[in-house]
């Protein structure tokens, strides 16, 4: 079955430095793509990078990079450089292919928090 | 600026009654997914509508039912409200050929 697994609950990083967001996937389609959204208080999810499951390259977005390794089925989410702006909920969702309907399947969350 | 706009953002409903959430999609996307998130979850999909017709649907019961308008904007039905609806509905619009999904701001729900 397919599922998502966040298992940081919360997290702290001193600002300007780096942090990691783990996050790990199950499916059985080999087809299917991985997607980091930010959640602030206001509650929009802001998309911040997508990687496909066939992508040879890790995807990296501005200061957000995702460390893709299929073989352990973790798509883990770099932030450098921290700011205090980051401090958010930040989400890992999976899309199965195109014939799912295109719907997302979303973690738990884990909730960042940035410290000046 | 993504675009996708919903309403109202707050809504407060009495167990029994019964809502429409609406949401205007992004200027060109044809498929528009809901979502419900309750307070310190994940989304969780509701369902997604393509050119006007219902194009999957996630563990819901058929009290949950939507529209999709020849303009691409959608209405989330909620019928016989229950307290556990109480959640944040997300709409979320996109093309179908392309993997991501534009959130609008969310309609924040509570059933008393």
């Known amino acids: 079955a397919q599922k998502i697994t966040q298992t940081q609950p919360g997290m702290f990083v001193q600002e300007k430095e780096a942090v990691t967001l783990d996050c790990t996937y199950d499916?059985?389609?080999?087809?299917?793509?991985l997607f980091w959204y930010k959640q602030p208080s206001s509650g929009e999810m802001i998309f911040l990078i997508y990687?496909?499951?066939?992508?040879?390259q890790n995807a990296t977005e501005g200061r957000y990079s995702l460390n893709f390794q299929k073989a352990r089925k973790s798509a883990n989410l770099v932030i450098s450089a921290s700011q205090l702006g980051d401090s958010a909920m930040y989400f890992c969702?999976?899309?199965?292919?195109?014939?799912?309907?295109?719907?997302?399947?979303f973690g738990q969350g884990t909730e960042l928090s940035v410290k000046p | 600026e993504t675009g996708v706009t919903q309403s109202p953002t707050h809504l407060i409903k009495t167990r029994g009654q019964q809502v429409t959430l609406r949401c205007s999609s992004q200027?060109?996307?044809?498929?528009v997914s809901w979502y419900q998130q309750a307070l310190g979850q994940g989304p969780q999909f509701i369902f997604q509508?393509?050119?006007?017709?219902?194009?999957g649907r996630g563990n819901f019961p058929p009290r949950f039912s939507g529209l999709q308008f020849p303009n691409y904007s959608s209405e989330l039905n909620v019928n016989a409200l229950e307290l556990d609806d109480s959640a944040l509905y997300l709409c979320?619009?996109?093309?179908?050929?392309?993997?991501?999904?534009?959130f609008g701001p969310g309609t924040r729900l509570t059933v008393t």
């Open positions: 979320a619009s996109s093309l179908e050929t392309e993997y991501e999904q534009y």
């Open positions: 499916t059985s389609d080999p087809s299917y793509g």
């Open positions: 990687q496909g499951s066939y992508d040879q």
């Open positions: 969702a999976m899309r199965e292919g195109f014939s799912q309907g295109g719907k997302l399947i």
């Open positions: 200027s060109g996307h044809n498929t």
């Open positions: 509508y393509y050119r006007e017709e219902e194009n």
